[in-house]
């Protein structure tokens, strides 16, 4: 058995980060070391040090990085996953096309895996939908998401993430995005042809199944040398 990973979950305050925090128990793989997240006040972990972000520089060795945070607290967390030669797997969406040029460059040192989804649903539907853009060119493709109202970036990085797999099969589509009350994550897809439609939808109900995709890839990236990786790449991976 191999000893476990020394995780730092970053974002630890928020609604994926108090999910992760809850769920790392239950991957042996891991051992949580650090929690971070801008302001820590209230902030209880069941093992490792709390830390604002302010005190990035004094977190402890770690062999993974976990982050869910924000566009602006993004690059402070991959620096540090450079910096101490960890692995760096990341959920936050709206990133700038700067931020994702830096994980291209941190993946010449480190194995970094950037996801818009971490579900198994969602990774199947992105199969589905480049195969139907595929067989159905020329018809119009809309896709429709609903997330909470704190939602920040729109369209969400899964629909954006849907969108360019429905280009690489030929479809051209259009986004819409709803913000209200607490949905955890809705895609509708709409494919329209001439006196006929074709439709795929996901709807997550539970950010726990973001959180344990999360931690699981975690689990298997560690142990991966640099490379910039992706959830088919994981999915494939044998067991
Ligand atoms: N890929 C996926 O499967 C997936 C699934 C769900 C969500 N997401 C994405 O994950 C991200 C987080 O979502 P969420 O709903 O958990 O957001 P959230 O509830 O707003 O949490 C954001 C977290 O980031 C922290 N933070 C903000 N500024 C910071 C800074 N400068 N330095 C360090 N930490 C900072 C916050 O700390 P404070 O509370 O102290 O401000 C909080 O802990 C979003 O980009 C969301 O779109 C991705």
């Given at each position: 058995?191999?000893r476990?990973?020394?995780?730092?979950?970053?974002?630890?305050?928020?609604?994926?980060?108090?999910?992760?925090?809850?769920?790392?128990p239950?991957?042996p793989?891991?051992?949580?070391?650090?929690?971070?997240?801008?302001?820590?006040?209230?902030?209880?972990?069941?093992?490792?040090?709390?830390?604002?972000?302010?005190?990035?520089?004094?977190?402890?060795?770690?062999?993974?990085?976990?982050?869910?945070?924000?566009?602006?607290?993004?690059?402070?967390?991959?620096?540090?996953?450079?910096?101490?030669?960890?692995?760096f797997?990341?959920?936050?969406?709206g990133?700038?096309?700067?931020?994702?040029?830096a994980l291209e460059?941190?993946?010449?040192?480190?194995p970094?895996?950037?996801?818009?989804?971490?579900?198994?649903?969602?990774?199947?539907?992105?199969?589905?939908?480049?195969?139907?853009?595929t067989?159905?060119?020329g018809?119009?493709?809309?896709?429709?998401?609903?997330?909470?109202?704190?939602?920040?970036?729109?369209?969400s990085?899964?629909?954006?993430?849907?969108?360019a797999?429905?280009?690489?099969?030929?479809?051209?589509?259009?986004y819409a995005s709803?913000?209200a009350?607490?949905i955890?994550?809705?895609?509708?897809l709409?494919?329209?042809?001439a006196?006929?439609?074709?439709?795929?939808?996901?709807r997550?109900?539970s950010?726990?199944?973001?959180?344990r995709?999360?931690?699981?890839?975690?689990?298997?990236?560690?142990?991966?040398?640099?490379?910039?990786?992706?959830?088919?790449?994981?999915?494939?991976?044998?067991?």
């Amino acid at each position: 058995m191999n000893r476990p990973i020394d995780l730092l979950v970053h974002g630890a305050t928020g609604r994926m980060g108090q999910r992760l925090l809850a769920l790392a128990p239950d991957f042996p793989g891991l051992r949580l070391v650090a929690a971070v997240a801008r302001s820590t006040a209230g902030l209880v972990v069941p093992a490792g040090v709390v830390l604002p972000a302010t005190r990035l520089a004094d977190a402890p060795d770690i062999g993974l990085a976990i982050d869910f945070s924000l566009p602006e607290a993004f690059d402070a967390a991959l620096a540090l996953a450079v910096e101490r030669r960890a692995a760096f797997v990341s959920g936050t969406t709206g990133l700038s096309p700067a931020q994702r040029k830096a994980l291209e460059a941190a993946s010449r040192q480190i194995p970094v895996l950037w996801a818009a989804n971490f579900s198994m649903g969602v990774a199947v539907l992105t199969e589905l939908v480049e195969r139907a853009a595929t067989a159905l060119l020329g018809w119009d493709l809309d896709i429709v998401e609903s997330h909470h109202v704190h939602k920040q970036d729109a369209p969400s990085g899964t629909a954006l993430a849907l969108g360019a797999a429905a280009q690489a099969g030929g479809a051209e589509p259009r986004y819409a995005s709803l913000r209200a009350g607490d949905i955890v994550g809705e895609h509708w897809l709409q494919f329209a042809g001439a006196g006929e439609r074709v439709e795929l939808a996901h709807r997550a109900t539970s950010r726990d199944i973001f959180a344990r995709g999360a931690l699981s890839v975690g689990e298997w990236l560690a142990r991966q040398g640099a490379g910039l990786y992706t959830m088919r790449d994981w999915a494939q991976a044998p067991r």
